[in-house]
C-alpha cells in the first residue's frame, strides 16, 4: 500500500478525502488502481496516450517522478505520491 495525496480540486472523486491509499508497483499501476476505487479520477490526471497532462506533477517521495522513470517508476510499501496540478495566475 502506498498514501495517496489528492489535491481539492479532486477531492470530489474521492469523496472529499485528502489522502487516500493504492496498490501497484509502478506509479501508473498505483493510478490504475485509484481509478477502479474512484472512478474519473484517471482521465483527470492522464491523456488518451496514458502519459500525465503536462499541468499534473507527481511526486514520489520529495521526487518528481519526471525525474525519475515517469508513470514507470517503481513504488514500495509506504511510499507517499502527491499529486499537485500546476498552479496558474500572475
Excluded: W
Amino acid at each position: 500500500m502506498v498514501t495517496v495525496y489528492i489535491p481539492t480540486p479532486l477531492r470530489r472523486l474521492t469523496g472529499g478525502q485528502s489522502r487516500v491509499q493504492a496498490t501497484g508497483s509502478t506509479v501508473a499501476e498505483v493510478i490504475e488502481n485509484l481509478d477502479q476505487q474512484f472512478p474519473g479520477l484517471r482521465d483527470r490526471l492522464m491523456d488518451e496516450n496514458g502519459e500525465f497532462k503536462r499541468f499534473i506533477s507527481i511526486y514520489l517521495n520529495e521526487d518528481e517522478i519526471r525525474t525519475l522513470k515517469g508513470k514507470d517508476t517503481p513504488v514500495a510499501e509506504g511510499d507517499k505520491i502527491s499529486i499537485v496540478p500546476a498552479m496558474a495566475g500572475g
